[in-house]
């Protein structure tokens, strides 16, 4: 296991609804990124979170927004789903690149939360 | 052109054979190269990081050519566990740590 936990773990919602998922990063991780996985598509980065700021995005709109809280937790927000929002969401969460020596810091990922809009 | 491209398989391949994933990318000042395993229906798992002195771990070898901007896997002795998706990930920035995935490639191994 991973330590990365999300909730909940399916969801079913109908075009134009709102839906929040929840990540608890692993205890010592102070970044988290979150990615959308299509089936039979690799995971496509959203955003990342480092200390409660957004620090990086990739091509998604703005109504893909997040959270992220003093201990670490995240959320990501989506409003007005559309059929094609429906995805496994994965969050990973890692210690900011630096902070632990090495070029790079391995991101754990957490079980998904598999999103289905009708 | 995708960032990451791979050949998504299906790759059925018998108990014990050899089995080669190639992967290329285009962003040429790409920083970070690994290989991760997913599972049906679980996440992903780094596998093995990728350098250019080329890395091994047990029946597991990566390559990377960066003038080629081509990334390769080889499993030696496949084992019925080794199947599952394989996803050729890059680093475009060093220090912001967007994973780029390719599509993954699937691989059963048949008893």
């Known amino acids: 296991e991973t330590g990365v936990t999300q909730s909940p773990t399916h969801l079913i919602k109908t075009r134009g609804q709102q839906v929040t998922l929840r990540c608890s990063s692993q205890?010592?991780?102070?970044?988290v990124s979150w990615y959308q996985q299509a089936l039979g598509q690799g995971p496509q980065f959203i955003f990342q979170y480092y200390r409660e700021e957004e620090n990086g995005r990739g091509n998604f709109p703005p109504r893909f927004s997040g959270l992220q809280f003093p201990n670490y937790s995240s959320e990501l927000n989506v409003n007005a789903l559309e059929l094609d929002d429906s995805a496994l969401y994965l969050c990973a969460s890692r210690t900011k690149i630096g902070t632990s020596g090495g070029a790079f810091n391995e991101q754990f990922f957490g079980p998904g939360t598999r999103l289905t809009v009708l | 052109r995708k960032e990451v491209e791979q050949d998504p398989g299906p790759f059925n391949v018998p108990e014990g054979a050899t089995v080669a994933f190639n992967c290329t990318y285009s962003?040429?000042?790409?920083?970070?190269f690994f290989w991760y395993r997913q599972d049906c229906r679980k996440e992903p798992k780094l596998l093995m990081s990728?350098?250019?002195s080329g890395n091994e771990d047990g029946r597991f070898t990566a390559q990377l050519n960066r003038a080629s901007q081509y990334i390769s896997l080889l499993i030696r002795d496949s084992k019925l566990s080794d199947s599952a998706t394989y996803l050729c990930v890059v680093n475009p920035i060093f220090g912001n740590e967007k994973l780029t995935f390719g599509t993954g490639t699937r691989l059963t191994i048949i008893p």
């Open positions: 990728v350098y250019s």
């Open positions: 205890s010592g991780h102070n970044t």
């Open positions: 962003n040429s000042a790409s920083q970070s």
